[in-house]
């Protein structure tokens, strides 16, 4: 007998862009994702974090995820969540024991698991099992150590204990064993529009954290599908993000199909995901851009399936004058597209013509476009970037508390 599972993961359900909510798209992919589950026969699926932008979710991306699990459920489908760093792992928890009742395995934190407990689960299938290892802060690592009883490493701690989590883990139950991750593991290709996490100053974390006696590691976090390690080797995959997140980001998104057999190895392949809203880039100089954007809305032709398109246009010379940005939005609206932004060369200005309330923008939405506009060489913007993303952090933990 032979089990299909399905390795998804970085939905990011709420997430808005320029101001603009990618929830159309997102319901896009949800309805797609299930009507390739019941065309591939898909008996489980896994979903490696990262299910929503923000750790306080609005009411319509919640709607949205609660109503795509209930169709797992109905489906029969067993589905595998674990949080990601834009997620809040509490929240997550708050569910996990209805859910259970409906063969949906979810695990935020684990903190929240009792001393000697594993997050271990075995599929419907009896054909393998699953290893959840959430994302999880260096503080939390410590007060998992401390309540397992374990000696906290000196150097490296966060890396020490993830090996002893890994080396701890209860032996396999059936022939097969599954592992989630979310992190940034091996020497990945970072699409941009990810957070940087490090784990003791480091990262690219070591593939050797993974034990052999793993079959297939399905990672979160990276936003581009990705083999960090291929067989004969155990799979190390990410799954990348279903759609883009930058406008210049790497349209061609995938979700993997994993097969398992009971005395053979694990095989996998992908499943293009398709392109539900075209993000179209135009560049030169006035003139040029005119030209480019006449062009494309004269050979357009939409499809029933997807969304109108997004443009950026990226000004060479100056930027255009208030008749020219007006025929543009004009022409924009005759498909109705939307324009983003007109840039230009030589300024740290940008004039976005839909007039975002930044009271709409998720905080790494407007910590983003702030940073743009401040002209940072690469290495300063990561290092803002981990600033802001251990003062994110701190938010987090504490707005849980309260």
Request: hydrophobic share 35%; aromatic share 12%; glycine share 6%.
């Amino acid at each position: 007998m032979k089990a299909k599972v399905l390795h998804t993961s970085d939905w990011h359900l709420g997430k808005k862009v320029f101001g603009l909510s990618l929830l159309p798209e997102q319901t896009l992919f949800l309805s797609w994702l299930e009507s390739k589950i019941q065309s591939e026969n898909i008996q489980s699926l896994v979903i490696s974090g990262d299910i929503f932008d923000v750790p306080s979710p609005g009411h319509e991306a919640l709607d949205l995820f609660y109503q795509f699990l209930k169709t797992m459920a109905l489906h029969q489908v067993e589905t595998f969540v674990m949080s990601g760093n834009h997620d809040s792992a509490l929240f997550l928890d708050a569910q996990k024991h209805f859910l259970g009742l409906h063969h949906i395995h979810l695990l935020g934190s684990l903190a929240n698991l009792s001393p000697g407990q594993w997050p271990l689960y075995s599929s419907q299938t009896e054909q393998f099992d699953v290893l959840i290892l959430p994302y999880t802060r260096p503080v939390e690592w410590i007060n998992w150590a401390k309540k397992e009883g374990i000696d906290i490493p000196t150097e490296s701690p966060t890396l020490g204990l993830m090996t002893e989590y890994m080396s701890r883990a209860p032996k396999k139950r059936f022939s097969k064993r599954l592992l989630m991750a979310h992190h940034g593991f091996g020497h990945f290709t970072s699409a941009g529009s990810e957070f940087s996490l490090y784990a003791d100053g480091i990262e690219h974390l070591p593939l050797s954290l993974f034990p052999t006696s793993i079959d297939y590691v399905a990672l979160g976090h990276i936003h581009q599908f990705q083999e960090m390690q291929k067989a004969p080797k155990t799979p190390i995959v990410y799954s990348g993000s279903p759609i883009p997140y930058r406008h210049e980001e790497n349209a061609y998104k995938k979700i993997v199909l994993v097969e398992i057999k009971d005395e053979e190895a694990i095989n996998y392949s992908t499943l293009d995901v398709p392109i539900f809203r075209q993000r179209v880039t135009f560049k030169g100089d006035t003139n040029t851009i005119k030209e480019q954007c006449e062009s494309f809305i004269s050979d357009y032709q939409g499809k029933s399936d997807s969304l109108p398109p997004w443009f950026l246009m990226n000004f060479k010379d100056r930027p255009p004058s208030t008749e020219e940005g007006l025929y543009l939005k004009q022409l924009s609206f005759k498909i109705d597209a939307k324009i983003l932004a007109f840039n230009w060369q030589g300024k740290k200005q940008r004039h976005n013509p839909i007039n975002s309330d930044v009271r709409h923008m998720s905080l790494p939405g407007l910590f983003e476009q702030y940073t743009e506009g401040l002209g940072l060489k690469v290495q300063e913007k990561k290092d803002y970037q981990e600033i802001f993303n251990q003062l994110i952090n701190f938010w987090q933990e504490n707005q849980v508390e309260d």
